[in-house]
């Protein structure tokens, strides 16, 4: 595979990485809510302050606040972690002439 044949891969690769990074979903589980983007990367995870005081009984917003904050930045650290650790094993056990097919679309 020529130099010209992995620059054109290479920009295929970032085209279509730049197209999964547009589109966005939304999921919600009792107090938590996030929003992923086409590569599994956590965009923002969010705490539902009044269904958290709900679901742990406590009134104390103050320790609801630092409890959400906690879990929000949890979520989203743990969610990169995987995709990272994903990433790595998916690169790993791929050789190129798999993403080429893949690439292709054959």
């Known amino acids: ?6 620059a054109k891969m290479v920009q295929k690769a970032m085209q279509a990485r730049n197209s999964m990074s547009a589109v966005k979903a939304v999921g919600k589980g009792g107090s938590l809510g996030v929003i992923f983007n086409g590569l599994y990367a956590t965009k923002e995870a969010k705490v539902i302050r009044s269904e958290l005081k709900e679901e742990l ?3 104390d917003n ?4 630092k409890i959400a904050r906690l879990i929000e930045k949890n979520v989203v ?3 990169e972690d995987a995709r990272k650790s994903l990433e790595k094993e998916l690169s790993a056990n791929t050789s ?4 080429k097919e893949m690439l292709s679309g054959n």
């Open 1 to 6: 595979m020529g130099m010209i044949d992995q």
């Open 57 to 59: 009984g406590i009134e």
């Open 62 to 65: 103050k320790l609801i606040e």
């Open 77 to 79: 650290n743990a969610n």
């Open 96 to 99: 190129m002439d798999k993403i």
